[in-house]
């Protein structure tokens, strides 16, 4: 890993930017770790739900949970790094990463779901400083190399794809009669592990201008360009976890194996974040917003495979799609946010971004457990289509105004 960034990131004659390719192998290296993190909580959270909870309907709250944790967390973490820097930020994250395991493992012990909420609330919070990465990333190099970086640091979680769901099948049974506690063991250690890589970052202390903050977020958030890439970036996410909630517990209910499930959501993740490797340099390429259009479509795609069958290569399929799709989605969105706020602005627009993304992604987090328990898997892939078509006109409206304006 370290190898790899180190030949992608050269040495940047500019003081600020020093300590650039060991800040990207850091935090590339963290996003492997942190992903993995992420990856044992949706492999585990509605198997273990169902087993705890009182009731069917209740099985996916612990995932949606841990989507109410980022949301909630994400301005919090914003202004954290705003005033004390990204690294106390991070490290604060990475806390939380270690209080998910152990809280996690103490809640399968006594049988407590509610104290399982309360864990999966932590590995949100966890979850929403391990999605600023991206953005710190990107103010480690110059402009012309950002979206670059950030969707280089992004590729970390290629490897999470391969930790996350192989510690849970290798664990999940060490600590009978006790299902999954093992795991949730091992995932406080590996935050540990993440914690330690960060202490190695370095990044500059926040200017005076920065704490000040710049412009009103009421001026920032009324910018078309800033409100089209808020669209998109809560339509990618919103579907991606709307369809990864369900699919474990769907593939459960259809009568495919644990395993089954753990290896398809290895595939998925790997797809969240393989393109990483080229999804910066298509976007200098072609632009922010072909990279989004492309990804909505493969999300669409995705949903339309999983209405042909049930069986696992259909699972499959649909999960790998869904993940290419909300790479492309999702990072064509963040390096779209990267252009509507000034320096000084930075920590609180990408926060305000992410604030929103994850708000919105709660809902849809909620809605995905009881509308699987109530009308199946079928519906909740129909659903799915309407938030994307949403999406694709605000998009297609937006970049038709852009080339009449050009034209003009």
Known sequence: MSQLAVATFEPVQVPQYDHARSNVARLTIAQALAGANSVVVYATGAIVGNMLAPSPALATLPISIFVVGMAACTLPAGAIAQRHGRRAAFLAGTGCGVLVGLLAALAVVIGSFWLFCAATFFGGAYAAVVLSFRFAAADCVPPARRPRALSFVMAGGVFAGVIGPQLVTYTMNLWQPYTFVATFVAQAA??????FILLGVRLPKPTVQEAAGG???AIIARQPRFIIAVICGVVS???MNFLMTAAPLAMQMCGLSQESANLGLQWHVIAMYAPSFFTGRLITRFGATSV???GLALTGLSAAVGL???DVAHFWLTLILLGVGWNFGFIGASAMVLET?????KARVQSLNDFVVFGTMAVGSFLSGGLLAAYGWGMVLWLSFIPLVLAVVALAGASGTRRGAAAR
């Open 190 to 195: 590996v935050a540990a592990l993440s914690a």
């Open 215 to 217: 412009r009103p977020l």
């Open 237 to 239: 996410y919103l579907l």
């Open 292 to 294: 989004v259009m492309v």
């Open 308 to 310: 042909t069958g049930i």
């Open 341 to 345: 706020h000034r320096p000084e602005e």
